[in-house]
């Protein structure tokens, strides 16, 4: 298959794009490496998909753009016969103009969808928030819960998805959306709570909290995302749905934090600093809708998923480390 992974060169793209190519696909990847976090984790991010060439059939191409250059967004999508539209301004954060969630996530969606009304694509699988449903009215959220995003960045996620299933129905565009609950694993974006506390702890510094703690996350391992993106190359029950990606086992980030200290300096005290997340308090992944359609099955918990992770960091601690320490 020829795949275009936009946004192919952060975290859930970049680990997308490696397991495409390892799997004998024809990747390209589109990414701007917008300085939203350091370059040097994407040109990683890059280097690790490119090598594994070296023990596949598949291919590799980085096209190092923007997803808002209409044309370019023509060219790639018509040479393709999936797209995994990962790009984005990613995050919910409060020093963001809310402009530029909108014109990345929302008019950058529209280039790749008015891209594939003229070419005869299996799929875009879009890469979609447990950020648009905002304020939980009920948890676990189903899909049908009412969508109310609180931040900018859940806005542009929701226009987003509608869009593409506004395009389904009316341009015959196949499009899925999933919505995943906070992604973490190897390569993660360096500014997320764990590779934070994590690093903390390993130095020797008490894990910072922003806020009390008492939020509460359904944290997702990547290759939970990563199976639920695959069977999308083959499985077309999905095709017009919206279907949530998470774990279903939820955790405060006060015991998040406690988790991560426990494992790696369990005499540290942690400390609190005022919250600037401007996200919803709780989210909570009902994900019988992927399990049904796609055998989505979650694989850990978060204590196996933060150890597995705390594995690795220690394996990659010397380039992944000064990232998050911002050195
Ligand atoms: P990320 O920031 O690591 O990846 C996004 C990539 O898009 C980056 O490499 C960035 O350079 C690229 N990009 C940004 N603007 C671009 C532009 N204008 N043109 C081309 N490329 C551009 O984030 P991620 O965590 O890998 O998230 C991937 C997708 O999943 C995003 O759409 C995000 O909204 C969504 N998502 C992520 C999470 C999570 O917890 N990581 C949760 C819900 C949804």
Redesign the pocket.
Known sequence: MDILV?????????HLAERFVRDGHDVVV?????P??DRRL?EHNVKVAREATEASEGTYELVE????DENLVADLVGGVDYVY???????VRANIEPRKYHT??VD?TLNVLDAARETDLERIVF?????VYGKARYLPYDEAHVTEPVSP?GAS?LAAERYGLVYGDRYDVPFVSL??????GPR??PN?AISNFVSRCTNGDPPEIYGDGSKTRDF?YIEDVLDANRTLLHEDAADGEILNIGSTDTISIERLAETVRDELAPDLDIVYSEGYDIDAEHTHADISKASELLGYEPSRTIEEGVREFIAWYRDNRAWYEPLVRGE
């Open positions: 936009t946004g192919g060169a952060g975290f859930i793209g970049g589109l990414d701007n490496f917008d939203y976090y994407k753009g923007d997803v808002r539209h990962q790009a984005a301004q990613a995050g990345v996530n950058g890469a979609s928030s447990s950020s960045y996620k919505r995943y609950f906070t992604v973490y993660m974006r997320m997702t």
